[in-house]
């Protein structure tokens, strides 16, 4: 079942993510998830097993995607799938209920970044229709951030 995030969530999406190794230590996850929440929460989603999450709780989250919508073009972030999970379209859904989403939204395109050491994940994404766009990403941590 998939279903958008709730605050009550937030522990065990962050050690589905720490799993998944998508957390880095300048970035905070937990506020990742309140920020995400308070602006999309329609966005923020994750994916509940009645058969048991990563630690065999019942029922417990295996999946999430976060997204965002900028009028202009979306994004997708935190698409994480728990190991003991893989394999069973998690991963599939949550990008086809985002697209849903940011769709009723208006968004034209959905663009997402992959870290390059993060080289596996790359196949699912082309078999799910992305292509590799020829751009450079350029960030500024802003002050006071």
């Known amino acids: 079942m998939i279903r958008p995030y709730r605050p009550a969530d937030e522990s065990a999406v962050v050690a589905l993510w720490e799993t998944c190794g998508l957390t880095r230590p300048w970035n905070d996850p937990r506020a990742d998830l309140s920020r995400a929440h308070e602006r999309d929460p329609d966005l923020l989603l994750v994916a509940v097993s009645a058969h048991g999450g990563e630690n065999g709780s019942k029922p417990g989250i295996v999946g999430t995607v976060m997204a965002g919508y900028d009028g202009h073009r979306a994004w997708i972030y935190y698409l994480a799938t728990a190991p003991t999970h893989r394999g069973r379209g ?46 450079i990403v350029l960030q500024r941590v802003l002050p006071g951030a």
């Not at 663009?111 to 082309?126: D, H, I, K, P």
Request: proline share 2%.
């Open 90 to 135: 998690i991963a599939r859904a949550l990008i086809a209920e985002a697209e849903r989403r940011l769709q009723r939204l208006g968004s034209p395109k959905v663009q997402l970044m992959v870290r390059a050491e993060n080289t596996g994940v790359a196949g699912l994404y082309e078999k799910l229709g992305y292509v590799r766009s020829d751009v």
